[in-house]
């Protein structure tokens, strides 16, 4: 069984930096496609960035430049690094397993974290 908890998340002023991490319960893991997604109050989930089982990533336009999405097979765990933070990016943020890559675009597997939350306020 997959599961996938999220950790990492808090309080950040504007400008500071934040990494979230995402924990997969199994080995399996090494062969998945993983994804960010974040989920602001009163808006739809949105991917955030996205990193193949080879290493391929990639960014949503909202944090691309800032964001840095990484990965460690030997733990199990993907990571999401955002820097330069503005309250915008305050959301709840989801790993999600098992997707795939199309086209440039990462299409969403079927396991889910049940999120970090990230404030970005002073």
């Known amino acids: 069984q997959v599961e996938l908890v999220e950790s990492g998340g808090g309080l950040v002023q504007p400008g500071g930096s934040l990494r979230v991490s995402c924990i997969c319960s199994?080995?399996?893991?090494?062969?998945?496609?993983m994804g960010w997604y974040r989920q602001a109050p009163g808006k739809q989930r949105e991917l955030v960035a996205a990193i193949t089982a080879g290493g391929d990533t990639h960014y949503a336009d909202s944090v691309k430049g800032r964001g840095t999405v990484s990965r460690d097979n030997a733990k199990n765990t993907v990571y999401l690094q955002i820097d330069s933070l503005k309250p915008e990016d305050t959301a709840v943020y989801f790993c999600n397993a098992d997707g795939w890559m199309a086209d440039g675009e990462y299409h969403e597997g079927g396991y889910w974290g049940q999120g970090t939350q990230v404030t970005v306020s002073s």
């Open positions: 199994t080995s399996i893991f090494r062969v998945f496609a």
